[in-house]
Nanobody, 118 residues
Framework: QVRLVESGGGLVQPGGSLRLSCAAP???????????MGWYRQAPGKQRELVAT???????NYADAVKGRFTISKNNSRKTVYLQMNDLKPEDTAVYFC?????????WGQGTQVTVSS
């Protein structure tokens, strides 16, 4: 497992933007690059749901609800995964979690709160 730390959440008005970061401090690059990374979110009383992930082949996959508004990216040299969120809606309000998988292992970050409200 790797330690994952999210940051960048906060309060934003509808139509605004946020950029979330997921860093892997203390993890060497060769280990970090073995992990397939993704973003998930969970609203109160609801199941955790997929938001955006990299595929095993290096492509991307997005939930229909965020397609065209969110972009997942990665900077391997910084061991950081990003989620650029544009045109935010109140229904995007949730705790956003970073997830990494490698083989049979799974790691989750602690989550960062995103609140979209006027």
């Amino acid at each position: 497992q790797v330690r994952l730390v999210e940051s960048g959440g906060g309060l934003v008005q509808p139509g605004g933007s946020l950029r979330l970061s997921c860093a892997a401090p203390g993890t060497i690059l060769s280990t970090f690059t073995l992990y397939t990374m993704g973003w998930y979110r969970q609203a109160p009383g609801k199941q955790r749901e997929l938001v955006a992930t990299f595929t095993n082949s290096g492509g991307t996959n997005y939930a229909d609800a965020v397609k065209g508004r969110f972009t997942i990216s990665k900077n391997n040299s910084r061991k950081t995964v990003y989620l650029q969120m544009n045109d935010l809606k109140p229904e995007d309000t949730a705790v956003y979690f970073c997830r990494g998988t490698a083989g049979s292992t799974e790691s989750w970050g602690q989550g960062t709160q995103v609140t979209v409200s006027s």
